[in-house]
């Protein structure tokens, strides 16, 4: 491993020669490249040189230990030394492991949600409901923004099927885990015999894509427009300002997208070209690796009860993540969207199935 980063250290020191060079600084693509390919490096090579040098106070503070041997006091203090290093080389290691790591590509990017409810009927609606307002929490606690793209509402106050958006640092990289099939285990408001029903919701989770990374033909895409039975006001549902995509692409699975959440019909379209754009990417993805994470199918499934990543159960104040086999209390709390302690702890999971896939040590 560690003959590995030494040849990424040097290249880092190289590309710094590079960036210093006359024929490198007048010339603005090759700036921007070596100075991107630096960035990419550094975090690595600063951990690698940090391990280094505490490397160096390990070996230093092992000789003082050794050599005060008639001296109790020095002897302790230099035993709390080499503890103290030892502990932060096997934490710098552990550092420079993940960042040896492939990162996603798609880390970086805004995400779209989209929830559907699965079986369960009205309860199943007000789940997705619940799952909605979940993540919209959990970005306003982050300071992340959410644009609305379509919502279809089911009659009680629940969500047949809700597309969003939400823009953020990183939202992608936290997000990713999130979709699934997800069960909730409840008493329903409209259970006169008080019994337990057990209801999914489907999430998908998207990373957003720019217009370049896929090849949308103009030929392929049917535009119908409408008018909007949704939010927005009056002037959403008088216009014909809802659009509907319908895209085929050579494939007998059409994709369909609709937005009607604004009153404009151009905007509209911006935004379900936007969906439509994440959705023919997760479907390349997804013929080239089945299990990848940001493939739809491989996250929806059939919405069935028992494909499930997560159990919300209220009787027993509990949410169960199936993937990691953990389970929180707090269920109110994280429905308020304080779920960075599920988001930490599958973060961890990740991270250690990839170590231990990726033959580092």
């Given at each position: ?16 020669e590079?960036?210093a ?6 010339n ?26 505490t ?11 050794n ?5 109790a ?23 420079i ?19 559907r ?8 609606a ?5 799952l ?9 606690l ?8 379509n919502a279809?509402?089911?009659g009680?106050?629940g969500f ?12 992608y990289?936290?997000?990713?885990y ?27 989770v ?14 392929d895409v ?10 927005g006001?009056?002037g959403?549902n008088?216009?014909d300002s809802?659009v ?7 494939t007998?699975e ?8 604004g ?47 997560r ?18 209390s707090?269920?109110?709390g994280?429905?308020?969207?304080n779920?960075?302690?599920?988001i ?5 999971h ?12």
């Amino acid at each position: 491993m560690f003959d590995k980063i030494a040849s990424v250290e040097q290249r880092y020191e190289a590309l710094g020669e590079l960036l210093a060079q006359p024929e490198v600084t007048s010339n603005l693509a090759l700036l921007q490249q070596y100075a991107r390919e630096q960035r990419e490096l550094e975090a690595v090579v600063m951990a690698y040189r940090s391990y280094k040098q505490t490397s160096v106070a390990v070996e230093e503070a092992h000789t003082l230990f050794n050599e005060s041997a008639d001296d109790a006091e020095m002897r302790e203090l230099a035993q709390e030394e080499l503890s103290t290093k030892r502990a932060q080389l096997e934490q710098l290691e552990a550092q420079i492991k993940l960042l040896l790591l492939p990162q996603d590509p798609n880390d970086s990017k805004d995400v779209i949600f989209e929830i559907r409810q699965g079986e369960g009927g009205d309860e199943a609606a007000l789940f997705a409901a619940d799952l909605y307002r979940m993540y919209l929490r959990f970005a306003e606690l982050r300071n992340w923004k959410v644009e609305l793209q379509n919502a279809v509402d089911n009659g009680p106050g629940g969500f047949k099927e809700v597309v969003f958006e939400i823009s953020g640092e990183g939202a992608y990289s936290v997000l990713k885990y999130e979709g699934g099939v997800h069960r909730v285990q409840r008493v329903p408001a409209t259970e006169a015999r008080g019994r337990i029903h057990t209801s999914t919701a489907t999430v998908a989770v998207l990373p957003e894509v720019e217009p370049t990374a896929v090849e949308i033909k103009h030929e392929d895409v049917r535009t119908d427009v409408f008018r909007s039975g949704g939010h927005g006001g009056q002037g959403v549902n008088t216009t014909d300002s809802a659009v509907r995509l319908v895209y085929k692409g050579g494939t007998p699975e059409e994709i369909v997208v609709t937005c009607q959440d604004g009153r404009s019909q151009i905007k509209n379209r911006e935004k379900a070209m936007t969906v439509l754009r994440a959705k023919v990417y997760a479907r390349e993805q997804a013929k080239k690796d089945r299990e990848l994470s940001s493939s739809r199918l491989a996250q929806v499934g059939t919405g069935e009860r028992a494909e499930k990543i997560r159990t919300y159960n209220f009787p027993q104040d509990r949410v169960t993540d199936h993937r990691i086999g953990q389970s929180f209390s707090n269920l109110p709390g994280l429905l308020d969207g304080n779920l960075a302690k599920i988001i930490d702890a599958l973060v961890v999971h990740d991270n250690a199935e990839r170590l231990r896939d990726s033959g580092i040590n």
